[in-house]
């Protein structure tokens, strides 16, 4: 009975119900460790399944496609899918899908977070008190910068960046954008767009939101963080590797930026050690779409993506359209 059932991979720890759920339907193998996989693991955990749940450390590329002949879909836990190797997938007849939208007010409502946390300096405000230096209130103590009333630019209006940009309004916030292309005006909401460079001298604090990719590799360096405003905050919840990372350290230590939020790091986990020591980098762990309603909408989406191909039926967000004329029978 069972060597009838389609297998599926899971290549991380996901909400276990959800995987015992499919554990009905498919034989499934998933990573109870939850340890991040090597190339060669990868290869051996996907060398037979016919569907499999990755998420965005895993790298999909073409030998390991040529690894797993039976594969006929990638469904990667997040919208960011910088992982997968599309043209691989394509050729491979796999279909590669992600998790559009469902994250996108978690994912502005953290870019929000580090935006606030870093003009108000609140990782060294909380560091200074639980370091036991609060001894009297002092009038220019721990001053940040504001938000109201300010212009905030967002380089990448799409999804997440929209939900973004309509909470500038309870700021009232001025907001500017930039994309590769200007968008129709019914999908810039009232925001205004500027090329990188002015955005960049124009705006008062900066949110990157594009997606990663050869086109997008640093594409905020050195010169263009020389470009913003001294009293600027920059934050980057897209995908390590959009800042120049060793550019930005220098410009925060030189006080060129007044700070920084960051949710991703170029290699994160190994972050880069000079972020640590600065007191105006606000930090965290690529968390930004980390909450328990999101995850599990990011978990269920991934899941009928992968449920759909299996089933012969197209799936809500298909990366790879082309691949759907040639998929395997
Ligand atoms: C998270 O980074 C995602 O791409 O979903």
Known sequence: ??????????????????IDALRARYDVRDNQDDLPLSADELARRLGDADGALVTGGDRIDAPLLAACPRLKVVSNIAVGFNNIDLTACTEHGVAATNTPDVLNEATADHAWALLLAAA??????????????WKRWEFEALMGVELFGKTLGIVGLGRIGRAIARRAAGFSMRVLYHNRTRLAPELEGGAEYRTLDALLAEADHVIVVVPYSAATHHLIGARELALMKPTAVLVNIARGGVVDDAALIA?????RLFAAGLDVFENEPALDPGFLALENAVLSPHIASSTRETRAAMAQLAIRNLEDVLAGRRPPALLNPEVWERRRA
């Open 251 to 255: 410009a925060l230590r030189a006080g």
């Open 1 to 18: 009975m069972s060597e009838t059932r389609l297998r599926v991979a899971v290549t991380r720890r996901i909400f276990p119900e959800l």
């Open 120 to 133: 108000r300096r609140l990782g060294e405000a909380e560091r200074w008190l639980r370091a036991g230096r």
